[in-house]
């Protein structure tokens, strides 16, 4: 085996550490920016940030009721049943996640809002639901939606990987009355439409007055906050002493400093040219920044110097997932057995300790600066509400990524600390497991209490 030289390979890697730092200046950079591109989309003019009115406020926390909710937005397909309390409590008795084929994310939009009512019928004959009632329905779907009542809205772009036909500019709550009719399901009333960050926030909000904010870190990133309707300058008709919460669509910011590997995996994914922060932050790409990099340095003869990485299957896109790297850098074996083990099943066989010591940085370069971009976008929102940071706002959080990958919410508050100093305490994040589910569910109760 022919060993890299050293300082050759520290010397890449130290280039490679300040290419993805994120320093607090740039921070603050980011955080003014955020603060523009957000004045221009509340004002209707060019901005890379859409900010979408819901149509909603957050909730009072007496809505009651049980309701049928979808969450499609990602990686997964999910039915739930959800029952209000009226009192800030919310139950989920039944819940069913159906797996996206491909062949649905990428065929006609007939195809897959087909596939969507028949999970909702095999869901309603495994829980036993009676037919003869009719049940509201929530509809969290988690695109760019020009929404244009609570139970409306237009989709503006695919992104995340959905290439459907005939979606784009449709009404998909149209399209999903559509498919439930195809399949004779007669029993449903679609009484409200929802991003997942908005469901987020209801959910959280729905016991918690301090929640003001709704963010996603799953396949996508995005964010939504409570604003007043008088800084909506485009939103008309709308009392302006009242509040709505705003579905930011903040994956597509894009004042941001990209490296020549965020360049590779924009040309290389469906939608090139847009979503820049979602494609540097969120889990449906990091796994493929930290592949591209990893492969630069095996092509440089820098890493896996040995007989058996040209069997390995990293030279394939998307091979290396988001959830690896979470189990490579949460490897706490002394000698990264467990990522031996992980490579060993890519047929990447006999690596050194020291290549795999360089796998584990190269993750955590990675998914700092996504955990450090999210804590941006985070502090820009909060600071736009609170320029002094007087109160305190809970920030609800829901995907895997927040969830599961190693230490990314510590790094988080870093950059809370960094920015408030002291104040930092007065932002707190807080884990709102299927939020956006539950959030959609509440969303309708209050949309049908206004009736
Ligand atoms: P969605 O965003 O589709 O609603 P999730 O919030 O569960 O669903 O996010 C799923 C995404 O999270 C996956 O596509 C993957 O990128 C990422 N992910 C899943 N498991 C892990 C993990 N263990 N560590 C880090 N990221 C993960
Ligand atoms: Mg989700």
Redesign the pocket.
């Known amino acids: 085996m022919v060993s890299p030289s050293p300082t050759a390979r520290e010397e890449f890697v130290s280039s490679l550490e300040n290419l993805f730092t994120i320093s607090p200046d740039d921070i603050k950079a980011i955080v003014q920016d955020f603060h523009g591109e957000m004045r221009r989309g509340l004002s209707g003019h060019q901005s890379s940030l859409k900010m979408i009115p819901s149509f909603v406020d957050r909730p009072r926390g007496d809505e009651k009721g049980t309701f049928i909710a979808l969450d499609l ?4 397909f999910r039915v739930l049943a959800v029952v209000l309390d009226g009192k800030g409590n919310e139950s989920v008795p039944a819940v069913s996640t159906y797996a996206i084929p491909e062949k649905e994310m990428k065929g006609t939009g007939t195809e897959l809002f087909d596939f969507i009512a028949r999970c909702i019928d095999s869901f309603l004959t495994e829980n036993a639901i009676d037919r003869k009632n009719v049940y509201n329905l929530a509809f969290t779907f988690s695109f760019p939606v020009a929404q244009t009542g609570i139970a409306a809205g237009t989709l503006i772009v695919w992104t995340k990987g959905f290439t459907a036909t005939g979606v784009e500019g449709e009404d998909v709550v149209a399209l999903l009355n559509d498919a439930l009719r195809r399949r004779n399901i007669c029993c449903i009333n679609v009484t409200a439409l929802a991003n ?1 960050t908005v469901g987020t926030l209801a959910a959280r909000s729905y016991g918690d007055p301090t929640c003001d904010m709704g963010v ?1 870190l ?3 990133t995005n964010g939504c906050y409570r604003e007043k309707i008088s800084n909506i300058p485009k939103l008309k008709g709308h009392d302006p002493d009242e509040y709505m919460i705003v579905n930011m669509e903040w994956g597509n910011f894009d004042k941001l400093r990209r490296t020549r590997y965020d360049k590779q995996v924009d040309e290389s994914s469906l939608n090139p040219g847009a979503m820049f922060l979602e494609k540097m932050v969120s ?2 790409y990091l796994g493929e920044l930290a592949r591209l990099i990893i492969m630069d340095l095996i092509e440089r003869g820098l890493l896996f110097l040995n007989e058996s990485t040209a069997a390995g299957n990293f030279g394939e896109k998307d091979s290396l997932k ?2 690896y790297m ?1 189990l490579i850098a949460g490897d706490a074996t002394a000698d990264l057995g467990e990522t031996a083990t992980f490579l060993n099943n890519k047929g990447i066989t006999n690596t050194a300790l020291r290549d795999r010591i360089l796998l584990k940085r190269f993750c955590q370069i990675v998914s700092a600066r996504s955990a450090r971009l999210g804590a941006a976008a985070i502090s820009a929102v909060v600071t736009w509400m609170d320029p002094g940071l007087n109160e305190r706002h809970t920030v609800a959080v ?4 927040f969830e ?2 190693p230490g990314f919410e510590d790094e988080m508050k870093k950059v809370f600390k960094e920015l408030f100093g002291g104040s930092a305490g007065r932002i707190t994040l807080a884990h709102s497991k299927d939020g956006s589910g539950k959030g959609a569910a509440i969303i309708a109760a209050a949309a049908a209490s206004k009736k």
């Open positions: 937005g990602g990686t997964n997942d996603i799953g396949t996508g889990g449906m988001t959830q979470s829901d995907g895997s990524l599961k990958y």
